[in-house]
């Protein structure tokens, strides 16, 4: 079955270091999005990308980069990490937006930057 | 950037009562969609809604959008304990190309 995985799924990291968090789908949807999730502020959009080669700044992007090398795979950078950056953070894809198809959510990736 | 509020944040219901949860927006959207998110899962995408006063319906809930294409709602008639969750409105302005802009949620917690 088609799915989208997220790893790894858990993370304790210190500050300062670099984070990659992987997102993987097999649906070969073209978009692609990282989310994250705090307490009082919902699911906030870091980053997202339309197709290969692009990439797109969300409404939290400071601190974050992204890279879109294949139709599948979408990680996610924390250059330097901050305490700030301790979240949850859910990746998502969909065929499209404005054809109005469904996102699939990953199962998430618990960070904690101590 | 756009913004959808959603109100209220937290909802506490007696298992069996009604619950609604509102979406809002100062803009006119081109597309609404319901996502629903057990505790400690994932959200899981509940329905689109695209035209005007668009209502549907998949079992006790049911979901309209206003005439305005400005604010939604999400109706869940006689609760269930398997309701408990959060349920997050997300909407798109056009084009798609902002990605989906998701509201707060609304946290129901339904007491037995």
């Known amino acids: 079955d088609a799915e989208i995985t997220q790893s790894p799924r858990h993370k304790i990291t210190e500050t300062g270091r670099q984070v990659t968090l992987a997102c993987h789908q097999t649906w070969n949807h073209n978009n692609m999005f990282w989310y994250r999730q705090d307490l009082g502020h919902g699911l906030r959009l870091i980053h997202y990308?339309?197709?290969?080669?692009?990439?797109n700044k969300g409404e939290v992007s400071d601190g974050y980069s992204v890279s879109r090398s294949n139709t599948e795979d979408l990680p996610l950078t924390l250059e330097s990490a901050a305490s700030s950056q301790t979240s949850v953070y859910f990746c998502?894809?969909?065929?499209?937006?404005?054809?109005?198809?469904?996102?699939?959510f990953g199962e998430g990736s618990w960070l904690t930057v101590v | 950037g756009q913004q959808v509020m959603q109100i209220p944040q937290y909802q506490h219901v007696q298992e069996g009562e009604d619950f609604t949860t509102y979406c809002n927006s100062s803009?006119?959207?081109?597309?609404i969609q319901w996502y629903k998110q057990r505790p400690g899962g994932h959200p899981v995408f509940l329905i689109q809604?695209?035209?005007?006063?668009e209502v549907k319906k998949q079992k006790r809930l049911t979901f309209q959008f206003g005439e305005a294409k400005k604010n939604s709602s999400l109706h869940i008639t006689a609760t269930q304990t398997t309701d408990v969750g959060t349920y997050f409105c997300?909407?798109?302005?056009?084009?798609?190309?902002?990605?989906?802009?998701f509201g707060k949620g609304t946290h129901l917690i339904i007491q037995p």
């Open positions: 803009t006119t959207l081109s597309n």
């Open positions: 997300a909407a798109t302005s056009g084009g798609g190309a902002d990605g989906l802009t």
């Open positions: 998502a894809s969909s065929r499209g937006i404005s054809s109005g198809n469904t996102i699939y």
């Open positions: 990308s339309y197709g290969v080669q692009d990439t």
């Open positions: 809604l695209v035209k005007s006063g």
